[in-house]
C-alpha cells in the first residue's frame, strides 16, 4: 500500500505540472474536470467505471437486491432519487487471456497483464459485448454511456502502478479499440458516445502521440473527475467502514460549503473493488441522500456540459451565449484544460484555431498521422494543424504572438474572405467570439 500512496503523490505532482502545459493550447479534446456553473445552480454529475455488471453486489445491500447484478442496483437506487449518471462502460475483456491471477487487494487483483472485469474468469459478466439487456437499461433510465475501451487495454505503459501490464503501442490500435465500442453502441442502440475517459487514465501511447489525439480522431471529449467518489481501493476489511470512506469526505466537502459540488464530476466504480467488494452498492443511496438534503440535481455529463461548457466562464459573462453556441456546433474555442481564459489576449495561434471546427482538425490530424515530418512538427506545435488547414504555415512562427487588428482583418480576408469589423486593435478572447460568430454565420 505504501508504494500505491507514494505513486498516487508522485501522479498528483505531474499532472499539476501537465495540467499548466495544457492550458496553453485550445484543443477539440476538452478534460472534462469541472464545470463553471451560475452559483447555488447545485448540479452534478456521477460517473461509474468498468462496467455494466451482472454479477451480485458483495454483501448484499438490502435483502431486495438477492441475486441482482450490480448495475441493475445501481439503476434501482439512482432513479429513487430521480438521479441520472455518466457510466463509462468497456466492451469486453474475455480476450485479454492467456494471463494470471495477481493478489487479491492490490492493482493485479483481477489480472497481471490485463485487467479482467468484474473478476478474472469471468469476463462474460461485464462489459457492453456480453451485457447488452444491461446498456439498454442504462439508456432506457436516462443514463449516458462513455467509452472506457473495448478491452480496457492500457493506452501506454504505467512504469508505477501498472508496470506489468501490457498496452497499446500506437494510436491506430487505440482508436480501432474505441471504435469497436463506439460501433457497438451505435449499431445495436443507435447511441452516440461523445466522451471516454483512458484505463487507468493513462494518457501517453508509444508513438508519441496521446489520449487526446486518439479523442480527437473520435470527436470525443475527455472524461475525467474533480471528485473521488472512492469504493474502487482495497476494502479495509470492515464493510462499515469501507461505507463510510464512500460517503464522509462528500458529506464534509458540503458541510463545509454547500455548493461545493456544484458543476463537480465525481469519480466511482461500477464494479469490484480490489478486495472484491461493492462498497458502492450502499453507499449510493447515502451519497444521494446526502445531495437531495443539500438541493443537487444528479445529471449526466454531456449534459452538464452541454449547458455550461466551460470551468471558467459561464451565464452571467459577456458573450457566453456566444461561445456555448459555439461550443456546440463543434469550433475550438476552449483550452485542453476546459477553461476558456475570457480575458485572456488573442493569439494568432488562438485566432487561427477557433475558426477551425472539429471535423476539419480530424482531418487534418488523419492525414498527418503517416508523415514522420508533419507528426513531429505537430506534436511539439499543436496549432499546426490551424495553419495547415488554412495553408497558412507562413503565420506559424508568430502562432504566440498577439492577434492585431490588422492580422485578424488579414487572415479573414485572404483565407476566409470575410471582411469583419473590428472596433480595437487587440481583442481578448471573449471580444473575439463576436467575429467567429459573425464568420459563422456568414458560412450558413
Ligand atoms: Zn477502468
Redesign the pocket.
Known sequence: MRLYTLARKVNHRIKQKRREDAGKYLSPVRRLEKFSVPVGEKVVSMTF??GPMNMPANPTPDPKYENWGLTKILIDIMGEYGARGTFNV?GTTEYNYPDKQGMIHKPTWSGVKH?HYPQFGKDQYAGAKNQKELIKALIDNGHEISN?GYK?ILFGKNHLVYGSREHFSNIYEVVSDLRQLHDLLKTEFNYDIMMSRP??YIDKIPDGFTSYDAYALMKYDYLAASFDGGGWLPTVGDYKEDVRRMVEPLENALKNDANALDGQIIFQKDGYNMSLMTPVATALKEQLEILKRYGYKVIPVRELKQKYPFEDFCDTSKNFEIARDLDQKGYIIGYKTNEFKPDKELTIGEMVMMTLTKDDYKKALEQICNSPRDKSIYLQQPYYLGFLHYNRLDLMDRADSIAKKEDIERFYKESLGISPSIQKNELKRFEYLEIVNELVYHLV
Do not use: A, I, L, W
Open positions: 467505471d468498468d468497456v485487467d472506457h480496457h484505463p487507468h
